[in-house]
């Protein structure tokens, strides 16, 4: 049977997005959206994000309701922020129970953070195995460097990229 994937994201300008819903074309996985509007887009909701991100306040958030144990994966998505997930993935974090039968994250940031910061993060609020965990660096990777850190995560990881069809 094809291994099942969800992939579950938060972006707050668009670059999560697109990465979550290039793997999720790739992969045949499902795709759902956190969403939170404390962190509006412009200066202002730029400003929130970095302090409420230093001091770990962990705001609201919306998804749809899933059934994360029929996935045999989960590819959880967020931009860094401060050095950690976005605070909406955190508080996601802080709530969820284990997630499908594996686990592992992708983050999105420029490049002025390591990714091990964001992934101990994760594990404080969560205390299940995170599998694998990325970090691609929209500023100075570009679309082929990207698309090749991508698919040696899925190789990582263990994921048949389906045959294309069309
Ligand atoms: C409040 C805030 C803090 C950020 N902190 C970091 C950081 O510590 N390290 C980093 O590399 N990028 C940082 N970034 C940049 C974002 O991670 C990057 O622009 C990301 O790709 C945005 O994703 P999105 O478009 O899906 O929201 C920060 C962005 C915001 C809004």
Known sequence: M???TLVIYYSRTGATRGIAEDLARALDADIAEITSPRFH???FGYLRAGFDSVRGKLPPIDMPTLDFAAY???LVGAPIWTSYPALPVRSFFADAQSLGRE???FFTCEGHSPV???VDEVRRLWPHAVKDAIALNMKEQDEVARANALLDFTV???IEVPVCRD
Do not use: C
Request: glycine letters at 12%; charged letters at 20%; zero cysteines.
């Open 41 to 43: 887009l412009g200066p």
């Open 116 to 118: 091990q910061d964001a």
């Open 2 to 4: 094809p291994m099942k």
């Open 72 to 74: 045999d994966l989960v």
């Open 156 to 158: 990582r990881l263990g």
């Open 103 to 105: 686990t592992a994250l």
